[in-house]
C-alpha cells in the first residue's frame, strides 16, 4: 500500500495549525487539537516550530499581567502580524486597487488607481502595475525589500501554479508569462491568480464565509468567475487553472452553441442598448454598469430586457452549480449587480424554478457589493495562504 509523503502531511499539518490560529486566535494548544483534530503531541511540535520562525506569539492568561483572573498562566498563541509583509492587487480595465498588508490579513495602506490598462502593450502594464505597487509599498512605510510576496487578481483563465495568463480581456496576448515579468521587475516573488478566487478567499478570511469551510462565489464583473471552496481550500483545475464561468454552455445545436458569457457577460448587456455619446463613453471609461443603472431606474426597456436575460441565465447556472456542490452559501459579487432590481430578480425566480427540489434551502444567496479594496485584501490573503504553506526558518520563507 502506498503511504502519503510524510513531508507533504507535515505541510498540511503545518498549514492546519497556523490558519487555526490565525481564524481563532489567541487559542491555547489544546484548542488547537481539537480543532485540527490533531494529536496534542503534534501540535506542540509544530507550535514550537512556528514559534521559533516568529511566525506565531505567546499571550498569557491567568498571571498577574491580567487582573481578575486566578490560577495558573494559560498560554494562548496568535499571529505575529509583524512576520511578513505582502502587497495584493485588483487590475481590472478601468482601474487598479493596491493594499499591502501584515501577516494577519491586515491592512497597512491602500492605493487606487482609476486608469486604464486594458488593450494597452504589455510593458505598459507591467509599468503601470510596479508603480502601483511600489507606490503602496511606500505609502506603508516599507519598501519592497520588506515585502514577502506580491499577488496580482486579473480577470481571465490563469494558471495559478505558473503564473501564466492563457486569456484575459485585460491582455492583447494570450499565454502571458507575466509572474515571472513582474518578479523580475519588482525582485519579490509574484503570483498572478484569478480575481474571482482572490475575491472568494476574501470573504472567506474577512467577509461573509469567515466561519466556512465550504462555499461559492459568483463573480459578475467584465468576465464571469467562479470560486469553489472545499475544506478550507481554493478547488482548482489541471496546472492551477480558474474558472472562466462565462464559457459554460447553456445550449448547442444545429443553430450554434450558446455559451454563458452571451446572454450575461458585461458586453452582452450593455450591447443590448443602442449607445449613444453619453453611455458609449461610459462604456469606454469602464463604467457602463453604472450608466446602465441610471438607465434601468429610468425604464430603459432594452436595457431592462437585457439584465432581465442574463439575471435568468446567472440563475439557472447557479441553480446547476448547486446540484453539483451543495454549498451552504453562494455569495454574488460585481457589477451586474448595479443592474438592481431587474436583475437580481429574475436571478432569483430562474434560481428557484431550476435548482432541484431536494436541494432547496441547501444553498443561502448572499448578494455582497464588495469594494475593490476587498478584492486587492483578497489577493493579499493568496499570497499569505503561500507564505503559510511554505517551509520557514528564521531568516524567513523558502520559497
Given at each position: 500500500?502506498?503511504t502519503?509523503?510524510?513531508?507533504?502531511?507535515?505541510?498540511?499539518?503545518r498549514?492546519?495549525?497556523?490558519?487555526?490560529v490565525r481564524?481563532?486566535g489567541?487559542?491555547?494548544?489544546i484548542?488547537i487539537?481539537?480543532?485540527?483534530?490533531l494529536?496534542?503531541?503534534?501540535?506542540?511540535?509544530?507550535?514550537?516550530?512556528l514559534?521559533d520562525?516568529g511566525l506565531i506569539?505567546?499571550?498569557?492568561?491567568?498571571?498577574?499581567?491580567?487582573?481578575g483572573?486566578r490560577?495558573?498562566?494559560?498560554v494562548?498563541?496568535?499571529?505575529?502580524?509583524e512576520a511578513?509583509?505582502?502587497?495584493?492587487?485588483?487590475?481590472?480595465?478601468?482601474?487598479m486597487?493596491?493594499?499591502v498588508?501584515d501577516?494577519?490579513?491586515?491592512v497597512?495602506s491602500?492605493?487606487?488607481?482609476?486608469i486604464?490598462?486594458?488593450?494597452?502593450?504589455?510593458g505598459v502594464?507591467?509599468?503601470l502595475?510596479?508603480?502601483?505597487v511600489?507606490?503602496?509599498?511606500?505609502d506603508?512605510?516599507?519598501?519592497l525589500?520588506?515585502v514577502?510576496?506580491v499577488?496580482?487578481?486579473?480577470?481571465?483563465?490563469?494558471?495559478?501554479?505558473?503564473?501564466?495568463?492563457?486569456?484575459?480581456p485585460?491582455?492583447r496576448?494570450?499565454n502571458?508569462?507575466?509572474a515571472?515579468?513582474m518578479?523580475?521587475?519588482?525582485?519579490?516573488?509574484t503570483?498572478?491568480?484569478?480575481?474571482a478566487?482572490?475575491v472568494?478567499?476574501?470573504?472567506h478570511?474577512?467577509?461573509s464565509?469567515?466561519?466556512?469551510?465550504d462555499?461559492?462565489?459568483?463573480?459578475?464583473e467584465?468576465?464571469?468567475?467562479?470560486g469553489v471552496?472545499?475544506?478550507?481550500?481554493?478547488?482548482?483545475g489541471?496546472g492551477?487553472?480558474?474558472?472562466?464561468l462565462?464559457d459554460?454552455?447553456?445550449?448547442?445545436?444545429?443553430?450554434?452553441?450558446?455559451?454563458?458569457?452571451?446572454?450575461?457577460?458585461?458586453n452582452?448587456?450593455?450591447?443590448?442598448?443602442?449607445a449613444?455619446g453619453?453611455f458609449?463613453?461610459a462604456i469606454?471609461?469602464g463604467?457602463g454598469?453604472?450608466?446602465?443603472?441610471t438607465?434601468?431606474?429610468?425604464e430603459?426597456?432594452?436595457?431592462?430586457?437585457?439584465?432581465i436575460?442574463?439575471?435568468s441565465?446567472?440563475?439557472?447556472?447557479?441553480?446547476?452549480?448547486?446540484?453539483?456542490f451543495?454549498?451552504?452559501?453562494?455569495?454574488i459579487?460585481g457589477?451586474?449587480?448595479?443592474?438592481g432590481?431587474?436583475f437580481i430578480n429574475a436571478?432569483?425566480?430562474?434560481?428557484?424554478?431550476?435548482?432541484?427540489?431536494?436541494?432547496?434551502?441547501v444553498?443561502e444567496?448572499v448578494f455582497?457589493n464588495?469594494?475593490?479594496e476587498?478584492?486587492?485584501?483578497g489577493?493579499?490573503?493568496v499570497?499569505?495562504?503561500?507564505?503559510?504553506?511554505?517551509?520557514?526558518?528564521?531568516?524567513?520563507p523558502?520559497?
Open positions: 500500500m502506498k502519503a509523503d510524510p513531508e507533504l502531511m507535515r505541510a498540511i499539518n498549514f492546519s495549525v497556523l490558519d487555526t481564524r481563532h489567541p487559542i491555547s494548544r484548542e487539537s481539537g480543532r485540527t483534530q494529536s496534542t503531541t503534534t501540535v506542540s511540535a509544530i507550535t514550537a516550530s514559534l520562525d506569539l505567546t499571550r498569557h492568561e491567568g498571571d498577574i499581567r491580567t487582573e483572573v490560577g495558573r498562566p494559560r494562548m498563541l496568535k499571529l505575529n502580524p511578513a509583509r505582502v502587497v495584493g492587487a485588483k487590475i481590472a480595465a478601468s482601474r486597487m493596491f493594499v498588508t501577516f494577519c490579513g491586515d497597512l491602500t492605493l487606487s488607481l482609476p486604464r490598462v486594458d488593450r494597452q502593450p504589455i502594464i507591467a509599468d502595475v510596479e508603480d502601483g511600489r507606490r503602496c509599498v511606500v506603508a512605510g516599507l519598501s525589500e520588506d514577502d510576496m499577488c496580482l487578481g486579473l480577470p481571465g483563465v490563469i494558471e495559478h501554479r505558473t503564473g501564466r495568463i492563457r486569456s484575459s485585460i491582455f496576448e494570450i502571458v508569462d507575466f515571472d515579468e518578479t523580475r521587475r519588482l525582485g519579490a516573488p503570483m498572478i491568480e484569478s480575481d478566487h482572490a472568494t478567499l476574501a470573504h478570511w474577512f467577509g464565509a469567515r466561519d466556512l469551510n462555499m461559492v462565489l459568483i463573480s459578475l467584465q468576465t464571469l468567475g467562479l471552496l472545499h475544506d478550507n481550500q481554493l478547488f482548482r489541471a492551477g487553472l480558474s474558472h472562466n462565462g459554460l454552455v447553456l445550449s448547442a445545436g444545429s443553430a450554434g452553441t450558446v455559451r454563458l458569457a452571451s446572454q450575461a457577460g458585461e452582452a448587456i450593455l450591447g443590448a442598448r443602442s449613444d453619453r458609449a463613453e469606454r471609461l463604467r454598469m453604472q450608466h446602465a443603472q438607465l434601468v431606474k429610468a430603459d426597456n432594452e436595457l431592462i430586457n437585457a439584465a436575460r442574463a439575471g441565465a446567472v440563475g439557472v447556472t447557479l441553480a446547476n452549480i448547486v446540484t453539483l451543495a454549498p451552504p452559501l453562494v455569495i459579487v457589477s451586474s449587480l448595479e443592474l432590481a431587474p436571478l432569483q425566480d430562474a434560481y428557484e424554478t431550476a435548482v432541484p427540489p431536494s436541494l432547496k434551502g444553498a444567496l455582497h464588495s469594494s475593490d476587498l478584492w486587492a485584501q489577493a493579499a490573503a499570497a499569505l495562504h503561500e507564505l503559510y504553506e511554505s517551509p520557514w526558518s528564521t531568516t524567513g523558502a520559497l
